[in-house]
């Protein structure tokens, strides 16, 4: 299994910036997918999640109404548009994949999924 993250950078403050996630060795229509960020000296903490049926989406507050979370079976990608870019932005943004096992699935918790990505740095300046 390969989550291979990509489309992070260097953006300003109110700018926009898309990652993507390619996954190989899963379908992702059989994983709850998610984004995390990790910023340095702090925990790696949730930033938005989709469910395997895509029917459910999940965010952060923080990112409630900038960020959008969606998912391309076909290409078997995992995207997430980031707008209105802040400089509390700024993280190694990694994607994951939980196989759901029956009971409830936290999204917000990074425990609760199987695979991650090798993460992709996000840097919005001021």
């Known amino acids: 299994v390969q989550l291979q993250a990509s489309g992070g950078g260097l953006v300003q403050a109110g700018g926009s910036l898309r990652l993507s996630c390619a996954a190989s060795?899963?379908?992702?229509?059989?994983?709850?997918m998610g984004w995390f960020r990790q910023a340095p000296g702090k925990e790696r903490e949730f930033v938005a999640a989709?469910?395997?049926?895509?029917?459910?989406?999940y965010y952060a507050d923080s990112v409630k109404g900038r960020f959008t979370i969606s998912r391309d079976d076909a290409k078997n990608t995992l995207y997430l548009e980031m707008n209105s870019l802040k400089p509390e932005d700024t993280a190694v943004y990694y994607c994951?994949?939980?196989?759901?096992?029956?009971?409830?699935?936290?999204?917000?918790?990074?425990?609760?999924?199987?695979?991650w990505g090798q993460g992709t740095q996000v840097t919005v300046s001021s």
């Open positions: 060795g899963i379908s992702l229509d059989d994983y709850a």
């Open positions: 994951a994949a939980g196989y759901w096992r029956g009971g409830g699935f936290d999204y917000t918790d990074p425990s609760a999924y199987d695979y």
């Open positions: 989709i469910s395997w049926s895509g029917g459910s989406l």
